[in-house]
């Protein structure tokens, strides 16, 4: 049995790599996926319990792929991390298990690399500045994967946390990621190509008028109807709305909060990820608002798992040579 450790999961993920195998696993077929299922534990209550996410897939006979996530907020308050994640990879026709991955690490690249998608896909071709919202493995991440494609001049980093938020510019500068702390979020916005949220805020984190037309707005923290990262006004102002999955339309705060009450309608989503990333051009205009929001599915984490042990079986056959 293999295990593949944070480090080896980063190591056998680099992000070009990463992002084509994603799509080529949403382009083919013989792929199973059932909607992902999802407990509140001790009690039901999310703010003073958990979220455990069961997330299934196979592809044809060759593989299982079941990823297990925890989501405990109270964590933070004694320094712990709010997430954990392992992902197995089994044989089909035995049920033996194949390998373990650090969960964590595998869906804090494959999170950071749908984004690369979505915003390859609806930002503005001179998009050069990025705001990434949030202090955690995925912000860390998205600010990672945004720097490998070299479209971003600057990118500023805000966090609810002014400490955090040091920390991390200074840890990702020290590893030779560039980037910088924003001091005030208001400023950033407007200044804002493309924002990148991951956060597990219940409210609001800004006005939706500070964004400029021609944003393109990525969200990534909200999987839960009590979670928010933008307001109703910002979903308004939108012109072209996609997800990576239909588990947002049910599972996100940031769209099941205006749907209910009516400032959007389902038919404001223009698509879906599969749909996306063919889509001959998915950005209405140059001054459109645009917004991707992904909850996460099943079908990248398969992606990346399998991709993540052929570059591991690759690297052992060649030191066995």
Excluded at 97 to 110: K, N, Q, S, V
């Amino acid at each position: 049995m293999i295990e593949l450790t944070a480090a080896d999961v980063r190591d056998c993920l680099p992000w070009a790599s990463l992002v084509l195998a994603i799509e080529n696993k949403l382009r083919g077929s013989g792929f199973s996926a059932p909607p992902r299922i999802s407990f509140d534990l001790q009690g039901g209550s999310h703010s003073g319990g958990g979220t455990l996410l069961v997330m299934p897939a196979w592809q044809n006979d060759n593989a299982i792929g079941i990823k297990l996530v925890t989501f405990w907020p109270s964590n933070r308050s004694d320094g712990r991390p709010s997430h954990g994640a392992t992902y197995l990879m089994l044989d089909a026709r035995s049920g033996n298990i194949l390998a373990i991955l650090d969960g964590e690490e595998l869906t804090a690249r494959r999170t950071a690399a749908i984004s690369l998608i979505g915003s390859r896909c609806l930002a503005r071709d001179d998009a050069s500045r990025l705001l990434v919202v949030g202090t955690g493995p995925i912000a860390c991440n998205l600010v990672r994967a945004y720097r490998s494609t070299g479209r971003f001049r600057t990118i500023e980093i805000f966090g609810r946390s002014a400490e955090a938020a040091r920390a991390l510019v200074d840890s990702l500068c020290a590893e030779g990621t560039a980037c910088e702390l924003s001091s005030s979020l208001q400023t950033s916005i407007a200044a804002a190509d493309v924002i990148s949220a991951a956060t597990s805020a219940t409210e609001p984190l800004f006005d939706g008028d500070w964004v400029r037309p021609g944003t393109h707005v990525d969200l990534v923290g909200s999987f839960h109807p009590t979670m928010r990262e933008v307001d109703d006004r910002l979903v308004a102002r939108a012109d072209a709305i996609w997800i990576d999955t239909g588990a947002a339309l049910v599972e996100s705060g940031d769209l099941v909060q205006p749907i209910e009450k009516g400032v959007i309608t389902r038919d404001a989503i223009a698509g879906q990820l599969r749909e996306l990333i063919d889509h001959p051009s998915p950005r209405p205009s140059r001054t459109a608002i645009t917004i991707f929001k992904a909850v996460g599915f099943a079908l990248p984490d398969f992606a990346a798992a399998e991709a993540a042990l052929q570059r591991e079986a690759a690297a052992l056959a060649a030191e066995a040579i």
